[in-house]
């Protein structure tokens, strides 16, 4: 599995590509139920995603990284090096999507750590993430890869509900 950063050419998502992170998104119908991120989460447009990713890169430290097997798109992490907050020393993953029809076939498990193998050689020493409080598979997925509950907290997007869990990176 290889991780690709997303690069904007002139400003702009690469249309075949676009509509390719569009289909995955569209997998993911269960999930956006639950952020309430998009109005109709069973009809997600490729408009819709690329504005969502235009918020995403907006963001100084922002990275959205494109996870490829075999060729085929299976997952993105949307990361920010920089905490918005001051006083926070960890980067963040702000989302893994996973490919909903490859969901249980490890390729989140693989993705998350090719992250934190990247924060890891930036010299980072952890890594960190809020899960919305109504999606118990997702805190379950994260504590069953090493992360542990620090806060609870409401996200700065939205308001809703979620615990902030955090990583250690140790040294390989």
């Known amino acids: 599995m290889i991780l690709q950063p997303l690069v904007p050419i002139d400003g702009a998502l690469p249309g075949p590509v676009l509509t390719?992170?569009?289909?995955?998104?569209?997998?993911?119908?269960?999930f956006f139920e639950l952020s309430g991120d998009f109005p109709d989460p069973d009809r997600i447009t490729v408009?819709?995603?690329?504005?969502?990713?235009?918020?995403?890169?907006?963001?100084?430290?922002?990275?959205?990284?494109?996870?490829?097997?075999?060729?085929?798109?299976?997952g993105l992490a949307a990361t920010l090096a920089q905490a918005p907050a001051d006083d926070d020393p960890d980067?963040?993953?702000?989302?893994?999507?996973?490919?909903?029809?490859?969901?249980?076939?490890?390729?989140g498990?693989?993705?998350?750590?090719?992250?934190?193998?990247?924060?890891?050689?930036?010299?980072?020493?952890?890594?960190?993430?809020?899960v919305l409080d109504n999606n118990p598979k997702a805190l379950a997925f994260w504590q069953?890869?090493?992360?542990?509950?620090?806060?609870?907290?409401?996200d700065r997007e939205l308001g809703r509900d979620c615990t902030v869990l955090r990583k250690p990176l140790e040294a390989p």
């Open 109 to 130: 498990r693989a993705v998350a750590t090719l992250v934190e193998d990247r924060f890891r050689a930036a010299g980072r020493t952890g890594v960190r993430i809020a």
């Open 144 to 154: 069953s890869q090493g992360y542990v509950t620090l806060r609870k907290a409401t």
């Open 20 to 30: 390719e992170i569009a289909a995955l998104y569209s997998t993911n119908h269960a």
């Open 47 to 74: 408009e819709q995603v690329a504005a969502a990713l235009a918020g995403e890169l907006a963001h100084d430290s922002a990275e959205v990284l494109l996870a490829r097997s075999a060729g085929r798109l299976v």
């Open 91 to 107: 980067p963040w993953i702000g989302l893994l999507l996973i490919d909903a029809t490859a969901h249980r076939e490890g390729y």
